[in-house]
């Protein structure tokens, strides 16, 4: 089954499995020092990343899934969303994208998504306008060969979304649920798209760049979701959990 680590070449089906991984990117990952503990930053060839998570005991605490790359777009940043089972070391930011250039708590929409990283921004003062490098992991994923083709699929759909657009079905919570969720469906153009092999695993992974509303992003999945090849001009949708780093500004 598709997971966050099988969108970037990390399938695990267990929890040896990924105690297994850990050890085996332990000591090639670059350290940094947090609050807390520290992060162990870990950065395959094929642009997966693994942040981990050391507790101040020295314990790993989480394993957070990225992918970096040159996609990024501006978002106000407009406040820290903490994460009850990511600990000191976890967390993501609320924010809007394309934020308006008078009032920086508005733009395009508002979204949230979860930092790899989060506690490295504990001093950041908020809110602030910062480039956001944003990666979606794809959890549905359906594609279109061009724009016509979408919007023949959409025809006579009274509810149908823009080629371009992003719906932050993440902060659709009731009173009872806990904070928001880094999560979004999304609709965008295919600006360049390939498969991936990762070298730590030599397993294969499906990515793109993607030009939604709001700016581009990074889309990455596990390859079972995609029926064929996918190239430029495409469009894609689905859903997707979203990982971002900032850029500080």
């Known amino acids: 089954m598709p ?12 929890d040896d499995e990924a105690q297994a ?7 090639d990952a670059e350290e940094l020092d947090a609050p807390a503990g520290a992060y162990l ?10 942040w981990l998570h050391r507790d101040g005991e020295g314990v790993i605490v989480d394993m957070h899934p990225h992918f970096g790359g040159d996609a990024a777009m501006p978002v106000a940043v407009t406040r820290r969303v903490p994460r009850a089972d990511g600990g000191p070391l976890g967390g ?9 250039a008078d009032d920086p708590e508005s733009g395009a929409y508002p979204f949230v998504f979860d930092a790899p990283e989060a506690a490295l921004h504990a001093e950041l003062e908020l809110p602030c306008v910062a480039e956001v490098q944003l990666a979606a992991f794809a959890h549905e994923l359906a594609v279109f060969a061009d724009p016509d083709a979408y919007a023949e699929a959409n025809e006579g759909r009274e509810l149908g979304y823009g080629a371009e657009s992003f719906i ?4 659709f919570v009731t009173g009872d649920d806990p904070e928001p969720a ?3 469906f999304l609709t965008g153009t295919v600006l360049a798209a ?3 092999m990762n070298e730590t695993t030599g397993e294969p992974f499906w990515w793109a760049r993607v030009r939604t509303l709001g700016g581009e992003i990074e889309v ?7 029926r064929g090849p996918v190239a430029a001009g495409a469009v894609v949708q689905g859903s997707f959990w979203l990982s971002g780093r900032l850029r500080e500004e």
């Open 220 to 226: 990455v999945a596990d390859p079972v979701l995609l």
């Open 3 to 14: 997971s966050h680590l099988s969108s970037i070449g990390f399938p695990l089906g267990s």
């Open 21 to 27: 991984l850990v050890g085996r990117v332990a000591n």
């Open 168 to 171: 932050p079905s993440g902060l």
């Open 41 to 50: 930053h870990y950065v395959d060839p094929s642009g997966a990343e693994l």
């Open 92 to 100: 993501g930011f609320h924010g809007w994208a394309d934020p308006g």
């Open 182 to 184: 880094a999560e979004a």
């Open 194 to 196: 390939r498969g991936r």
